[in-house]
C-alpha cells in the first residue's frame, strides 16, 4: 500500500504512526493514494487564517470576521469554533458563546489578494482549475506525474505545504476519482487535513451516510427529502430512478447518481457561468430587520468572494425571497457599471429588501449576480449619486496593486488596526 509523509513527502511504509525521516505523526497511506487525480483544495478559516497571518498577536485567540451592524458571523477560526461559533449566526450569539473573541471587520481585498497567489501556485500543478470561491478550488491533476516527477498526492501535499511557508495559510485536501467526493474528502479532517476516498470503497463509504453531505442539498432540499423518508444514502438506494425523477425533478435524477457515487462533471476552468448566487434557509421565518440585514451582507460578500476568485463582475443584482407559505418573491436591480465589489451587492440588495419588507416573514433569502463580464470591465464610471462609491473602489483596486508590487504587509486599512 503506498504511503507517504505529508510534511516532508518522503516515501514510508503504511503502518508507520510517525515518518521514519521527519518523525511528524503525518503520514497517509490508501490502496489508490497514487491513482487518484481529482482533487477538492479548501483553506482553513481563510479570512480568520489571514487576520492571524497579519497580526501575530491574534494567535492561540478567538477571532470572529463578520460584527458591525450587520450582525452576523462571516466566519470563525477554529478557536471560535471549538466554542460553538459558526458561519451566519447572529453576532449577539457568537458573544456570548465564545465572550472573549477578537471580532474583525472583513477585508475582501486583502483576501482576494491571498487568493490570487493561491491561484497561482495551483497554476503551477495544472491548468485545470475550477475555483469555487476564494478560498476553495477543484483540481484535476490526472496525468500530470510524468511531468512534475510525483504523482498528484504528493503534489497536492506541496501545494498546501507552499502556502504555509510562503503566504502564512493552511488548506485541507480532498482527494477522489470525482468532485462530489472529493469535496466530501476535504471536510473530514480539517483543519490541515489530507482525506481520500477511492473507487472501490465508494459504496462502503457512503452507505449510512446522511444526505446533508451532498453539496447544494439546504435546509429547505432536506425538508422535502426527510418527507420522503429520505435521510441517508442507504434510504437513497432503496428508491428508483423514475420515481425520484419524478419526485424532486432533476435534483432526483442527480441524487439517484450520487446515492451511488457518481459525477461526471469535469473539472473545466472555461465552463460558462451565466450567474454567481448564494443563498440561506433560516431555521425559523423572520421579519426582523437587522437579522435579515446581517444575512445580506454574508451573501453579498460571498457572492463577491466567488465572482473575483472567478475574475467576473455582474451587471444585475437580484434578490431572492420565499415567504413563510413558500411563496417566492425575486426582485431585480441593473447597475450602471458591472461590479464585483461586496459593498455595491450589499447596498443594491439591501434596498431591494427595503421594497419588499411588507412581504415578510420570510424563510429564505437569497442574493444573486448576473450579466456577468470580465472583472476589467467592473466599477468603471462610478455612482454619480454615492461619489463614495467610486473612491472605494479606487481605493480597492490601488490597494491591490501596492500589494502585489510589494507585498501583502505594504498597505493597511485603519480599520485592520482595530
Known amino acids: 500500500m503506498p504511503a507517504f509523509c505529508r510534511d516532508c513527502t518522503s516515501p514510508n511504509e503504511p503502518d508507520q504512526r510517525r515518518c521514519a525521516v521527519c518523525g511528524r505523526p503525518r503520514v497517509v497511506s490508501h490502496p489508490e493514494l497514487f491513482d487518484l487525480g481529482i482533487a477538492h483544495m479548501d483553506c482553513d478559516a481563510f479570512y480568520a487564517s489571514v487576520e492571524k497571518r497579519d497580526n501575530p498577536a491574534l494567535e492561540g485567540k478567538p477571532v470572529i470576521i463578520g460584527g458591525g451592524r450587520r450582525g452576523v458571523v462571516s466566519t470563525a477560526c477554529y478557536v471560535a469554533r471549538i466554542q460553538g461559533v459558526r458561519s451566519a449566526m447572529p453576532m449577539f450569539q457568537a458573544l456570548k458563546l465564545c465572550p472573549d473573541a477578537v471580532v474583525i471587520k472583513p477585508r475582501m481585498e486583502v483576501y482576494a489578494a491571498v487568493s490570487r497567489q493561491i491561484r497561482a501556485m495551483m497554476e503551477d500543478l495544472t491548468p485545470a482549475i475550477e475555483p469555487l470561491s476564494l478560498d476553495e478550488a477543484f483540481l484535476d491533476l490526472r496525468g500530470t506525474a510524468r511531468l512534475h516527477g510525483a504523482p498528484p498526492a504528493v503534489m497536492l501535499a506541496r501545494l498546501v505545504q507552499r502556502m504555509r511557508d510562503e503566504l502564512g495559510v493552511t488548506g485541507s485536501i480532498g482527494l477522489s476519482h470525482n468532485k462530489f467526493l472529493a469535496k466530501i474528502a476535504s471536510d473530514l479532517d ?5 482525506s481520500v476516498i477511492g473507487e472501490a470503497e465508494t459504496a462502503d463509504f457512503l452507505r449510512g451516510k446522511s444526505v446533508r453531505l451532498i453539496w447544494g ?6 425538508t422535502s427529502l426527510e418527507a420522503a423518508g429520505i435521510r441517508t444514502f442507504s434510504d437513497l438506494l432503496r428508491w428508483e430512478r423514475t ?16 446515492a451511488r457515487g457518481q459525477d461526471r462533471r469535469r473539472v473545466d476552468a472555461r465552463s460558462p457561468v451565466k450567474s454567481i448566487s448564494n443563498e ?9 430587520p437587522d437579522i435579515l440585514d446581517g444575512h445580506i451582507w ?10 473575483k476568485a472567478r475574475q467576473l463582475a455582474g451587471r444585475v443584482i437580484t434578490l431572492k425571497l420565499k415567504r413563510a407559505n413558500h411563496s417566492s418573491l425575486t426582485r431585480r436591480q441593473s447597475l450602471r457599471d458591472a461590479s464585483q465589489m461586496a459593498d455595491t451587492i450589499y447596498r443594491t440588495a439591501r ?10 416573514p420570510f424563510r429564505l433569502i437569497g442574493v444573486g449576480l448576473s450579466d456577468l463580464v470580465p472583472e476589467s470591465a467592473a466599477d468603471l464610471s462610478g455612482d454619480l449619486l454615492d461619489p463614495g462609491a467610486a473612491r472605494r473602489g479606487e481605493a480597492e483596486r490601488a490597494s491591490d496593486a501596492i500589494r502585489r508590487r510589494f507585498g501583502e504587509g505594504a498597505i493597511l486599512k485603519g480599520r485592520a488596526l482595530r
Open 190 to 194: 480539517k483543519p490541515r487535513g489530507f
Open 217 to 222: 442539498v439546504g435546509q429547505a432540499m432536506q
Open 243 to 258: 420515481d425520484l425523477h419524478a419526485r424532486f425533478g432533476a435534483m432526483g435524477d442527480r441524487l439517484w447518481h450520487l
Open 280 to 288: 440561506t434557509t433560516f431555521f425559523e421565518d423572520t421579519g426582523d
Open 298 to 307: 454574508r451573501l453579498a460578500e460571498k457572492v463577491s468572494d466567488r465572482a
Open 351 to 360: 434596498a431591494l429588501m427595503d421594497g419588499a419588507a411588507g412581504e415578510a
